[in-house]
């Protein structure tokens, strides 16, 4: 076990480096040029000169990101354009947004979507069924920034109850844990929530309805062990699947949403790509997606080592 | 007569799929005595599992409908309640499937399966329990038994399979063991190991065993008597012997002409019985095996015949049966 936690971790670094490859090339290919943008209108050339140099941009690719690889190596990921601020910091602090925001968000979607699933999975075609099925299907298929404004218009503008927008009040984009700030998060956190609810439920769904067809929960019936003995034995038998969906949604929580940290102005890294690609700040930009994709590459990882932690099958392979 | 391990009478079993019906057990009576090995022989679909699974009311009460009775031990299996039912299977009653790769869990080891077992029936710590699952891998023949408890069952060869399957049957010292078609996965020279080692179970420990199987030289191999089943129904049942020497119904006339050993002469045709069992969800009035048989009269097809006693212990359920073996006797 320790010795394959080893080899993936081996594994996921030259992951790494093509992930970061893709992204320098994806943001120096697209076109615009990222000094339009700090630059007035009528820069002189030599000026003009002077910041591309300033930023590097008069280099060959290459060794743009040779040299751009090696300051982020040591966790510089050099300046923004838009607001001459680190950009290590910028996305430090989206990433802490965009996390405490997935979090709220997958605690509650893991758990009303785990709850659906198995009631759904264990009482298969009975009205109960269907009643879970149809919220896991609208939980899929309802365009969550919809729902969002939707929420924002019951909840905000006609009860009062809940803020509608930002991360705390007075505009703070620090997260501090307290009841105002918690108040900012539970609109957004809900919104995002209602995805990986829909999928974690119809995964497991789906999963458990397999696992009781099949012969070993007779043989266990006929073993005489109780409904919750059986239960215990679904669950093992399910987790492994089950983890790899959530570690996979997990994921593209915390990617961020765009959409959904625009709906709310939630200051986290979709916020913050969204900025990044209007200003045509490709140091922002590079840095956040670099930092977004190294994210799914270590997450994948973590579910790949529990779930072979988990099902002997894969272990001992 | 020894004391009545298993008794069945009158059982019916009907499945409901949507608007269909479909009667897999149409009336059997069974009764097996203590220590007694039964073979119930038949085809798939002849209700020889249903039967079989009947003894632990193991299929969803929702779609299934039963009429009759089962005794375990005197004990009406129809009347049990959710604990008496725990009690019973696994307890005094022991179950092997057909396919132990599908019937034990994956993801545990079949140790911690065993002791999993015996704890849901007995208040014995895990280390008790573990030395009880050691000592039923020495008794089912497992080598290295202390190695092998740790094993998942897909690290496992089909024969050690089905030998920890047997032994997590037996975990609680039942006084039958009910064998679906225990053999019918595993390779040949494997099916003939676990077949002694059935019938070395049944000596040692006194056990009854109902033993379900479609093959007739593993019943032959392990059992006292046989009971034939045909859509539902018993057709013929007898000591074995009584029932190979000198089968009476047509149908198990038909089962013994058809099988390969000895008869695989080059050239010359295993000898098959014609047409196909009947649709369950729309049985014939008469005789059920009427459609398929040569010596089928009209009476054959107006009322199901019953089952009557012939020598002692041995019954048929066929009008021509009498008729016949005096002709050819």
């Known amino acids: ?317 | 007569m020894a004391e009545r391990v298993l008794e069945i009478r009158g059982l019916e079993v009907t499945f409901r799929r949507g608007e269909e019906r479909i009667r897999a057990v149409a009336g059997v009576d069974l009764t097996l005595a203590a220590g007694e090995a039964l073979a119930l022989i038949g085809e798939s679909g002849s209700g020889k599992s249903v039967t079989l699974r009947q003894v632990l009311r193991l299929d969803p009460e929702r779609t299934t409908e039963v009429a009759g009775s089962v005794r375990v031990g005197g004990e009406e299996v129809g009347r049990l309640d959710r604990r008496g039912l725990r009690r019973l299977r696994g307890g005094r009653v022991g179950m092997v499937f057909q396919e132990p790769l599908l019937a034990l869990d994956p993801v545990y080891t079949v140790g911690q399966q065993i002791v999993e077992a015996i704890r849901a029936h007995e208040p014995v710590s895990r280390a008790e329990a573990r030395a009880r699952a050691l000592e039923l891998f020495r008794l089912v023949h497992v080598p290295s038994p202390d190695r092998r408890l740790d094993a998942y069952p897909h690290e496992l060869s089909g024969g050690l399979r089905q030998r920890a399957m047997i032994a997590l049957a037996l975990a609680c010292r039942p006084q039958l063991l009910l064998a679906d078609e225990p053999t019918t996965a595993l390779d040949a020279t494997v099916q003939i190991q676990v077949l002694l080692l059935l019938r070395e179970l049944q000596e040692r420990l006194g056990l009854a065993i109902l033993f379900v199987t479609h093959d007739i030289g593993a019943a032959v191999e392990i059992a006292d008597r046989i009971a034939v089943i045909y859509a539902g129904r018993i057709v013929e049942e007898g000591p074995v012997r009584a029932v190979i020497r000198s089968p009476l119904h047509p149908y198990t006339r038909g089962l013994l002409a058809s099988r390969t050993e000895g008869a695989l002469v080059k050239g010359r045709r295993i000898a098959a019985i014609p047409g196909s069992p009947p649709d369950l969800a729309r049985p014939p009035p008469g005789c059920a095996f009427a459609p398929r048989c040569s010596l089928a009269v009209e009476a054959c097809r107006r009322s199901v015949p019953r089952l009557e006693p012939f020598a002692p212990g041995h019954a048929v359920r066929c009008l021509r049966a009498p008729e016949w073996a005096a002709s050819a006797a």
């Open chain 1, 1 to 317: 076990m320790l010795r394959y936690t080893f080899n993936r971790v081996l594994y996921a670094l030259p992951i790494m480096l093509g992930v970061s490859l893709v992204c320098f090339l994806l943001v120096h290919i697209a076109p615009g040029d990222p000094l339009v943008s700090v630059l007035p209108p009528d820069a002189t050339e030599a000026l003009r000169r002077q910041m591309a140099e300033l930023y590097g941009f008069d280099r060959s690719l290459p060794e743009q990101f040779l040299r751009w690889l090696a300051r982020a190596a040591t966790g510089d990921l050099g300046t923004s354009i838009a607001t001459a601020r680190p950009v290590a910091a910028e996305v430090a602090r989206a990433v802490g947004n965009t996390v405490t925001l997935a979090a709220f968000a997958t605690l509650i979607g893991f758990t009303l979507g785990a709850i659906f699933g198995f009631v759904a999975g264990y009482f298969r075609d009975s009205p109960l069924d269907r009643l879970a099925s149809a919220l896991a299907v609208l939980g899929v298929s309802v365009p969550h920034y919809w729902l969002g404004m939707v929420l924002v218009i019951i909840f905000s503008a006609q009860l009062g109850w809940l803020p509608a927008t930002g991360a705390g009040p007075g505009g703070s984009t620090e997260w501090v844990w307290d009841w105002e700030h918690f108040r900012h998060l539970i609109l957004p956190a809900v919104t995002m929530s209602v995805i990986p609810m829909g999928i974690v439920a119809r995964t497991l769904r789906a999963l458990v309805a397999e696992i009781l067809s099949q012969e070993f929960v007779m043989g266990l019936r006929a073993r005489g062990l109780s409904e919750f003995a059986v239960f215990r034995h679904v669950v093992k038998n399910a987790a492994p699947t089950a983890l790899a969906v959530m570690g996979l949604q997990l994921g593209y929580l915390l990617g961020g949403s765009i959409l959904i940290e625009t709906v709310f102005s939630w200051p986290g890294t979709g916020f913050l790509l969204n900025a990044a690609i209007f200003q045509r700040d490709l140091p922002l930009l590079q840095g956040t997606i670099l930092v977004l994709a190294l994210f799914f590459v270590v997450l994948n990882l973590l579910v790949d080592v529990v779930q072979t932690a988990l099902d002997p099958r894969i272990r001992r392979a």
